[in-house]
Each structure stands twice: as structure tokens, then as C-alpha cells.
């Protein structure tokens, strides 16, 4: 029996680690049929090309959430930061590029500061990135009091380079799929800052500081915040306080939707930017249905709720699902 035992025991894996795909497919299917008639030889790529192009800095802010998540923290602030660093592209980097280079530089150094905050205080980083969201956006709206700026050429024309075959985006995704799964599975810190999300005592045992990969691992939520408010300003050409609205609840939904946990620990690069794809295409479908906006958000809403209830369900089950 223990070998059918192990074959069933594969296939559950198996078929929980298809989630985030399936998940993507359940979206992106109706949309490819009910717009069937653009996806000739000749259209496929600006098709596609529209259907995924926005959906870069949603990828970018989840990869950053994905690491916050890794630790057991979340950012609620994720959404306030892109907005902010849209606004210093908008209306600092265009004019002074030292001065909007040094107030990135500034806005890594404070979320590491934040890291050692929580750390050393045992605050809840909720509450904490709470707090820090209401001063990023007061900051936004202090350099850039209404919608506009002046983004810079190089970075437009960077968000909108036109690979051979696929668009930027999926290109891009794919390789920040890769670069996530080898970046936490195949190098110390990836595999310490799971540890610190999953059993931070044996992590201390083991002689390593907590504290060290706390501040580490806020920096680099930061970095991903930074990329992907940049993204979005590129693509937008525009910049706004709330340009990156929602983007904090999509991007805990899109983690978990990929197989995250709000414990810590289990995460995955791939599904994440899976779950990221899949909740930005939603707007797309319901767009393509003709549904109206004001039912939109609502729909975004259940899908999270969704998202949600399926991460409790595998967490309930002690089910690991790195993809």
C-alpha cells in the first residue's frame, strides 16, 4: 500500500503546486476567446501586449510582498511606496536626478530602519507599515499635489521595449520568476529568510542574526516597491499620490493566491507572479464582458476573499506548495 500511498500523495502535491496556473487559465482563457478575433498572426502580440502591459508594477509590488510574507511581516504601506516613488520620477527625478536618486536611496534605508524597528520592539509590522503609509502619502502629495509630472524619456521608453515573440511584460515576468525561485531556494539568504518566516528559533540556533535578515529583507521589499512604482510611471506617464491604488491588497492576495502564507515560510516566486498576472487580467475579463467599473472592484474583492479561503485551506492542511 505505501506506494500507492506515495502516488496519491504526489498527485495531491502535484495538483496543489497547479493552483496558481490554473488559476491564471481560469482568467485568461474567456478573455482569449471572447477577443478571439485579435489574436491572428498579425494582431497576437499587440493584443497580448495590451492585456499584460500594466500588469508589470502589480508583479513587481506582489515579488516585494512575497519577501515581506517570507518573514511572517506584510507591508500595508506597498500601494502608498509605489505611489510615492511614481511621484518622485514624476516630479524630482525629471529635474534633479541626484537629488530623486538619493530620495529612492533614503526610501530603502527607512524600511530597513523599519525591519530593525519591528524586530527589536516585537511590533506587528501591520501596524507599523500602517503608519508609514499615511507619511509616504503625505510626502506624494507634497512634491506632486495633483496628477501629472514630467516622467523621464529613458524610463518610458524603457517600459515599453517590444521583445521578439512575447511581450515585455510576460518576458519580464518569466525572468523574475527564475531569478525569485533561484534567489529563495538556491542562496543562503533565500533559504535563511524562509527559515526566519517558518522556525525563527532554529534560525538563531543555528547562530545566524534574525536581526541582520529582518533588515535585509525590508530593503529588498523596498527595492521591488521602488521597481515597480517606476514601472508604473513609465507606463502611465503620469504620476499620482494614489496612482497604485489597491495595490497592497492585490499584492497579499496574489502572494497567497500563489501559494504564500501569512505565517511566513512558504512562499514561491513563480506562483506569486502567477497570482499577480491573474488578478490584474480580472479587471481585463470583466472589462471584456462589458461589466461595469462600479461592479469591478466588487469582483476584485471576491476573488481576494477567494484567494484567501484557498491559502487557509492548504495552510489547515500543513500543505507546502513551492512551485
Known amino acids: 500500500m505505501k506506494p500507492l500511498q506515495n502516488e496519491t500523495g504526489r498527485a495531491a502535491k502535484l495538483a496543489e503546486s497547479m493552483v496558481p496556473l490554473i488559476s491564471l487559465l481560469v482568467v485568461l482563457v474567456p478573455i482569449l476567446i ?102 509616504w502619502t503625505g510626502i506624494a502629495v507634497t512634491i506632486q499635489p495633483q496628477p501629472g509630472g514630467d516622467i523621464p524619456q529613458v524610463i518610458a521608453d524603457f517600459m515599453r521595449i517590444r521583445p521578439p515573440l512575447l511581450p515585455f511584460a510576460i518576458v519580464a515576468a518569466a525572468v523574475l520568476a527564475l531569478v525569485g525561485h533561484f534567489l529563495l531556494f538556491k542562496t543562503n539568504f533565500g533559504i535563511l529568510g524562509r527559515g526566519v518566516g517558518g522556525n525563527v528559533k532554529a534560525i538563531q540556533q543555528a547562530g ?85 467599473p462600479n461592479w469591478q472592484a466588487g469582483a476584485q474583492g471576491v476573488i481576494i476573499l477567494l484567494a484567501l479561503y484557498i491559502g487557509g485551506v492548504f495552510k489547515c492542511r500543513g500543505k507546502v506548495r513551492f512551485i
Open 34 to 135: 471572447i477577443r478571439s478575433n485579435n489574436l491572428t498572426a498579425a494582431r497576437y502580440y499587440n493584443t497580448l501586449n495590451l492585456m499584460t502591459g500594466l500588469a508589470i508594477p502589480l508583479t513587481l509590488a506582489t515579488f516585494g510582498q512575497m519577501l515581506a510574507m517570507s518573514i511572517g511581516e506584510i507591508d500595508f504601506s506597498m500601494e502608498t511606496l509605489v505611489s510615492l516613488v511614481a511621484c518622485i520620477v514624476g516630479a524630482v527625478l525629471s529635474k534633479n536626478v541626484v537629488l530623486g536618486v538619493l530620495m529612492l536611496l533614503g526610501i530603502v534605508v527607512v524600511y530597513m530602519v523599519i525591519g530593525a524597528f519591528v524586530h527589536l520592539k516585537k511590533l506587528p509590522s501591520i501596524i507599523v507599515t500602517i503608519g508609514m503609509s499615511f507619511i
Open 208 to 292: 545566524h542574526s534574525v536581526l541582520r535578515i529582518r533588515i535585509a529583507v525590508f530593503g529588498l521589499v523596498a527595492v521591488f516597491g521602488i521597481l515597480s512604482g517606476i514601472a508604473l510611471a513609465g507606463l502611465t506617464t503620469s504620476a499620482d499620490s494614489h496612482l497604485a491604488k489597491n495595490y497592497t491588497l492585490l499584492s497579499v492576495a496574489s502572494v497567497i493566491l500563489g501559494g504564500g502564507s501569512f505565517a511566513g515560510g512558504k512562499v514561491s516566486a513563480v506562483g506569486a507572479v502567477l497570482g499577480a498576472f491573474s488578478m490584474y487580467l480580472v479587471t481585463n475579463l470583466l472589462m471584456a464582458m462589458k461589466i461595469s
